[in-house]
């Protein structure tokens, strides 16, 4: 509970100090509007304002940072229509883009405050130092240096402690960043200032408002080809993390930790303070996934379960103290700004998304419309999730009522007929021993196979063994078994980066494995095996190959049909379940070549195709 409060001390603090500085702003703002003078030009005034406007909605990117090009205009309405123009102008402006991108109120009033209080500060410094600079031969453009400098100092002294107190961390790479971005601006600010100072002296004539429209168009062009490249770079960041985010669900989507594979790309995807992802499996809302400012030890309550089934659409709350709706508990004090995805697939609700922030009416349009997208994209996984369990719910019952028939039809039946001989060795004991012995020996040849078949169910129904210790370590053990029992020479090895696999792909691969060497062991009379296990880049990979007599591929298949145990065809079947192919090579006196092909669907990258076979 301490952290919480911790955090809300800091917003607030983070706020008055915005406060202050807004009232500080506002102040200096009336004071300037007490001295207004009518605009020298109109139409010069009008285009540096609707320049600064532009420039200011549409700030270039620099070094993984943004900062607008404004100052070479704003410079520009100083010089020619003085102090008091130029803070009233520059505050407008700022006013109304931030108005135009919706800004939080705090926002609206604080930016055009601290730019006030900077442009007024650096005025003011700069002219501390005229005395010095007045010696220089060139010391308009000292005073130009001078000015841009104490400009940007401030500005970003403002910033900085504003972002410095608030609760959200500010490292020393996040301020790297701005401090380089705001130089580089400031450098560009010099620098076109120069050549305008430079092209000033040059008496080419008088300078009228084509003049200034074509000298600062350059930079406004600037501005907005920035943005734009931008904006799309962002776009595609942002599909580029959606594809990522579906190419790891894909991935994992059979494994336990099918959810957490997705938060390396959310961050990417969008950039938020807290993200929960609730899931409702059998009737229950469970947390499968939560990041940034959450608790995760508060669990939804019966008001909160109810909100959540009644939602059927996007929510979204850009600030809570505003808006009457559901928070819930879990998330942070010091979040304001939320957006509820209900996750709902053919009209039934699957789970909720939801994701927040610290500031208010943080949440633009493309925020929403991602986090919707994101929604979607997790009820198609969780949906397809579900599918997979029922599936192996529906194997497992199959496998069962195999089982269940091999009993009855053969063990059942072989008990059932021992019993019926013994009873008849029993009355027939006295008067005919030799007979009743011969019906003796008989029934426990019977009991003894019966015996070992109800011992390989036992073992059918105990948990399976890749299960327990996975896919490799169960082909590694049965190899240890066949070569202590057997004594042939079985050759393994994996290649490749190993992949998660669903329990119901492991077994078919197992099994597949298992009736392989099996059979080589009954039938093919081989002296050596080799095993691999391949993990390509669309495919994993089984191959089990011998030099053993081989067999006709065509009488097997035969044969397959009238035996009733795991043979080629139920090879076959199981392979089929898992959507893999299962090619069987074989010649007589060539020994056997046994591959199951299961493929990796959305999975990028990878290993390189395994094209070689296993060496001899």
């Given amino acids: 509970m301490g952290q919480p409060s911790h955090l809300q001390k800091k917003e607030k603090y983070a706020k008055w100090f915005m406060y202050v500085v807004s009232i500080v702003g506002l102040g200096a703002l009336g004071w300037m509007t007490f001295q207004l003078t009518s605009p020298n030009n109109w139409w010069v005034f009008l285009l540096l304002a609707f320049f600064i406007v532009v420039t200011e909605y549409f700030p270039i990117a ?46 609206i009033f604080f930016n055009p405050s601290q730019l006030i209080i900077s442009l007024i500060g650096a005025s003011v410094l700069a002219r501390l130092f005229q005395e010095q600079i007045m010696q220089i031969e060139l010391y308009s453009f000292g005073y130009i240096l ?72 350059p930079l406004v062009g600037l501005a907005l080809l920035s943005s734009i490249i931008v904006r799309l770079q962002a776009e595609r960041n942002r599909m580029t993390a959606l594809f990522d985010i579906s190419t790891e669900l894909n991935k994992w989507l059979p494994t336990k930790d099918w959810v957490h594979s997705i938060k390396p790309s959310l961050n990417k995807f969008i950039d938020v303070d807290a993200s929960v992802l609730w899931v409702k499996e059998e009737g229950e809302w469970i947390v499968r996934f939560e990041n940034g ?44 700004a939320f957006v509820f995805a209900p996750i709902i697939l053919e009209g039934k609700s699957l789970g909720m998304f939801a994701v927040a922030r610290s500031r208010t009416k943080s949440f633009r349009q ?87 078949d109800i011992r390989e169910s036992i073992y059918a129904l105990r948990p399976y063994e890749t299960e327990r210790v996975g896919l ?14 057997f004594g042939l020479d079985i050759r393994f090895e994996e290649r490749g980066k190993q992949i998660s696999l669903s329990p119901m792909v492991e077994k078919v691969m197992f099994d597949t494995f298992q009736e392989s060497v099996q059979n080589t062991i009954k039938h093919a009379g081989a ?24 067999f006709s591929l065509l009488d097997a298949m035969i044969k397959a049909k009238k035996d009733p145990h795991f043979g080629i065809l139920s090879m076959n079947e199981q392979a089929e379940k898992i959507e893999a192919s299962l090619q069987i090579d074989s010649k007589e006196r060539e020994g056997t070549e046994i591959t199951l092909t299961i493929p990796k669907l959305g999975l990028e990258g990878g290993m390189d195709h395994d094209q070689r076979l296993v060496s001899g």
């Avoid at 590694?476 to 202590?484: A, G, Q, T």
Wanted: charged share 20%; proline share 3%; aromatic share 10%.
């Fill in 472 to 485: 490799k370590q169960a082909i590694i053990k049965r190899i240890d078994v066949v070569k202590r029992d």
């Fill in 62 to 107: 620099i070094w993984k940072g943004f900062t607008s090009l404004s100052f070479p205009l704003l410079y520009t309405l100083f010089i020619n229509e003085g102090l008091p123009i130029a803070v009233v102008t520059y505050a407008l402006c700022i006013v109304l883009v931030n108005m135009i991108q919706r800004r939080p109120l705090r926002i």
């Fill in 527 to 550: 002296t050596t095996i080799s095993v691999l296990l391949s993990y390509q880049k669309e495919h994993v990979l089984l191959k089990v190959t011998d030099d053993g007599v081989g």
């Fill in 146 to 217: 001078v000015l841009t400098l104490f400009f940007y100092m401030i500005n970003n002294l403002l910033v900085d402690l504003v972002l410095l107190i608030r609760p959200q961390p500010y490292t020393f790479n996040l301020w790297r960043k701005k401090f380089t971005s705001e130089t580089i601006s400031a450098l560009i600010s010099i620098a076109y200032i120069g050549i305008m100072f430079y092209i000033g002296n040059q008496n080419r004539g008088v300078i009228d408002v084509f003049s200034y429209f074509f000298f600062f168009s």
């Fill in 366 to 452: 493309e925020d929403i419309q991602s986090v919707a997208t994101l929604a979607n994209q997790l009820a198609v996984a969780i949906k397809t999730r579900m599918l997979i369990f029922e599936q192996e719910k529906r194997t497992v019952l199959e496998e069962r009522n195999r089982i269940a028939r091999d009993i009855h039809d053969g063990v059942a039946q072989s008990l059932a007929g021992a019993v019926m001989k013994l009873e008849t060795a029993h009355r027939k004991f006295y008067q005919k021993p030799a007979e009743a012995n011969g019906i003796i020996l008989d029934s426990l040849d019977k009991l003894r196979f019966s015996l070992k």
């Fill in 293 to 336: 400012q959450v608790q995760n030890d508060r669990p939804l309550s019966n008001q909160e379960i109810a909100d959540f089934e009644s939602f059927q659409d996007i929510v979204v709350y850009q600030n809570k103290k505003n808006e009457s709706g559901l928070i819930p508990s879990c998330f942070n004090k010091a979040l304001n």
